[in-house]
């Protein structure tokens, strides 16, 4: 193993406790192993690495690794060994997820939108009931990406004054 080090308990609780979180989000519970694994590593870790570290076979993680890779949440780098692949945590991995679930209520916002078009082209036919729960839905996304915005607008200046400060220090 590339690794010279192994997880501590924390580190091994850390890791469960993400890929409890995304299974309960109805994610692969393997990618949240996977993420968790990146946030306690110092150095990229190769897919060898993440068979050792989280016990699992190389084909399920090697299509785990690229969903998250191809989401933002993982990035493939050059490690110390050619014709290797190598993760490390994305540097805008929390931001990236917020947005992968922005993508969601955009979504939900557009299909109230298109099925109250659809529904409203056919008629006056009693459906006021469906019209109304619609149009709830709709305002309700809409006001969720208005605060969605407003956070990615802030964490984005934050997170700027975070890394003032880090390369002052």
């Known amino acids: 193993m590339s690794h010279d080090r192994s ?19 109805g994610l692969k ?10 946030l306690t590593q110092d150095e990229p870790v190769s897919l060898d690495d993440m068979v050792e570290l989280l016990g699992h076979s190389k084909g399920p993680i090697s299509i785990a690794v690229r969903r998250i890779d191809d989401i933002g949440l993982a990035r493939k ?18 931001l990236n997820n917020f947005k992968f679930n922005m993508a969601t209520v ?12 659809r529904i409203r082209a056919e ?8 019209i109304r729960n619609l149009e709830h839905m709709k305002a309700f996304y809409q006001l969720m ?12 200046e934050i ?3 975070r890394l003032e400060e880090e390369r002052a220090a």
């Open 29 to 38: 519970r393997l990618q949240g192993l996977i993420v968790g694994l990146l």
């Open 77 to 94: 780098v050059n490690g110390p060994v050619n014709r290797r692949n190598y993760y490390i945590a994305h540097p805008d991995l929390f």
């Open 123 to 130: 008629g006056p036919s009693g459906r006021e009931e469906t």
């Open 7 to 25: 997880l501590t308990p924390a580190e091994n609780d850390l890791i469960e406790e993400f890929g409890n979180i995304y299974e309960s989000y």
């Open 159 to 161: 997170k700027e004054k």
């Open 145 to 156: 990406e208005s605060f969605y915005q407003d956070f990615s607008d802030r964490w984005t």
């Open 106 to 117: 955009q979504k939900n916002r557009e299909l109230a939108e298109r099925f109250l078009s």
